[in-house]
């Protein structure tokens, strides 16, 4: 019986253990639930009572052609609600229909039905990405999207706080 040379045998352990390191740095690719938001996130529905979500988040990263962009996350009862796209600086941006002009803001019905903003604005007061505080408040007019049907809602009365932001 041939008896293997224990080189071969910490070879084999080495790989196992890389193995295992990288199965185990994997991303998930389900959304975390969100932890929940430090100060004050509001808006109202087609004039309805002022809904509060429940945390919110933000993500930073480039884009060749606009530079510097910041994604905001806004979620209720662990259910994206709301998503702004837009540059990460202080003061107030068109909400628009295009990615990278202005501000691009979403709200969500739900995970299949979105409305994105066809006209309103955000105004960003305190945009600080190195201690983490985004706050600023919006408004805006959004259509279902794709863009055939005539159903629109109405965001009004927003205010943002959020102190968590990813790089």
């Known amino acids: 019986m041939k008896t293997i040379p224990a080189?071969?045998?910490?070879?084999?352990?080495?790989?196992?253990?890389i193995s295992f390191a990288i199965a185990a740095c994997k991303k998930d690719s389900k959304?975390?639930?969100?932890?929940?938001?430090?100060?004050?996130?509001?808006?109202k529905l087609d004039g309805g009572a002022a809904i509060t979500v429940d945390s919110a988040n933000a993500t930073l990263y480039s884009v060749a052609a606009v530079g510097r962009m910041m994604d905001v996350y806004a979620y209720k009862g662990g259910v994206e609600i709301l998503e702004f796209?837009?540059?990460?600086?202080?003061?107030?941006?068109?909400?628009g229909t295009a990615l990278g002009?202005?501000?691009f803001?979403?709200?969500m019905e739900s995970p299949v039905l979105s409305f994105d903003s066809q006209s309103g604005s955000i105004n960003v007061t305190t945009c600080d990405t190195v201690g983490n505080k985004?706050?600023?408040?919006?408004?805006?007019?959004?259509?279902?999207?794709?863009y055939?049907?005539?159903t629109s809602k109405s965001i009004t009365e927003g205010h943002m706080v959020f102190t968590k932001i990813s790089k």
């Open 7 to 17: 080189s071969f045998l910490k070879i084999i352990g080495v790989c196992l253990f």
């Open 31 to 43: 959304t975390p639930t969100p932890a929940k938001t430090t100060g004050k996130f509001t808006f």
């Open 85 to 95: 796209h837009f540059a990460p600086t202080t003061g107030n941006k068109t909400a």
């Open 101 to 103: 002009t202005g501000a």
């Open 105 to 107: 803001l979403t709200y």
């Open 134 to 146: 985004v706050e600023g408040d919006f408004s805006f007019v959004a259509k279902q999207y794709p």
């Open 148 to 150: 055939t049907g005539g």
